[in-house]
């Protein structure tokens, strides 16, 4: 008998499954949208474009994990290579992604991929900043290993979160169109049998080029072809879009946040005040007479 199907869905979304009665768990998620968005958003170039997407991609995974509804992940890049940092959030489902510059163009590298490792650098850190609503958020920080992201990854959840974990990002680049985006997490839980895991090595060259699999066949069918004889079984699926939170009153929190010297200057510049939000490109503006009243707001609270 043929093994479940599992149900096609158009669109970005994450797909949380187990594999082998819940001895693996496993997410694989479609971003090409959001990665198309980012690339717009940003004036991409390519290579920029394959950074913040896999970065978005991965930060994903990480945002669909957590409980609470104001919980979010910050996952922040600091590599040394000329994007300069490299900050994705998450909130659930909605992702949003900023680079210091993402007009970035190298040489595709020797085997004609893009040089997303070139354009993050790999002498530095990677920040992972769970804010769960808490005074304290959580922080774990890592060296990166390659800057290609993907192991960087596989080895934060390793080193920092104990859990042992391939990870496959890929978005695949044609001029400015995002062709397919996507990822996989695989992570055996403790306990599970070594044969499984012997079993899901043996298989990774299958997943490795992930973008370009998901140029061949939709998601679903990639899964069940990937995990055939390991018992799939989708637990659950998430919508994922590019969406940032920002409005007039957070940009009006962030200047009460100066400080009252900061914000007396600013007004005492007469020039009133211009903030853009890095990561969607919207502008506030705020008039001198404006900027006062927030001072005083500031000056009460
Ligand atoms: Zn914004």
């Given at each position: 008998m043929d093994a479940e199907r599992i149900e096609r869905r158009e669109g970005d979304e994450m797909i949380r499954m187990t594999l082998m009665d819940g001895q693996v768990r496993v997410m694989m998620c479609e971003t090409t949208q959001m990665c198309q968005r980012a690339a717009d958003i940003h004036h991409a170039t390519p290579v920029c474009t394959a950074a913040m997407g896999r970065l978005m991609t991965a930060t994903s995974m990480l945002g669909v994990m957590m409980?609470?509804?104001?919980e979010s992940v910050t996952v922040n890049i600091k590599g040394g290579g000329p994007m300069g940092t490299v900050v994705a959030v998450a909130n659930h489902g909605d992702l949003k992604v900023t680079a210091d510059d993402a007009q970035v163009e190298l040489p595709l590298r020797a085997d004609g991929k893009l040089d997303v490792g070139g354009a993050i650098g790999h002498e530095g850190y990677m920040t992972v900043i769970k804010d769960l609503g808490l005074r304290e958020p959580y922080i774990g920080q890592i060296e990166l290993v390659s800057g290609e992201l993907g192991i960087d990854f596989a080895n934060y959840y390793t080193v920092s979160e104990q859990q042992p974990s391939l990870v496959a990002l890929g978005v695949l680049v044609s001029g400015d169109v995002v062709l397919k985006a996507g990822g996989l997490l695989i992570q055996p839980l403790p306990g599970c049998e070594e044969g499984i895991i012997d079993q899901l090595e043996l298989r990774s060259p299958m997943f490795a080029d992930i973008s370009r699999e998901m140029t061949f066949a939709p998601k679903e069918e990639l899964l069940e072809d990937w995990f055939r004889g390991m018992k799939p079984e989708v637990l659950e699926r998430t919508p994922l879009r590019y969406h940032c939170a920002c409005s007039r009153h957070r940009m009006e929190k962030a200047l009460i946040s100066l400080g009252r010297s900061d914000l007396q200057s600013i007004i005492d510049e007469d020039t009133g005040a211009e903030l853009g939000c890095h990561f969607c490109y919207s502008y506030y503006n705020f008039t001198t007479q404006e900027l006062k009243e927030l001072l005083e707001r500031a000056s009460r609270e």
């Open positions: 409980k609470g509804e104001n």
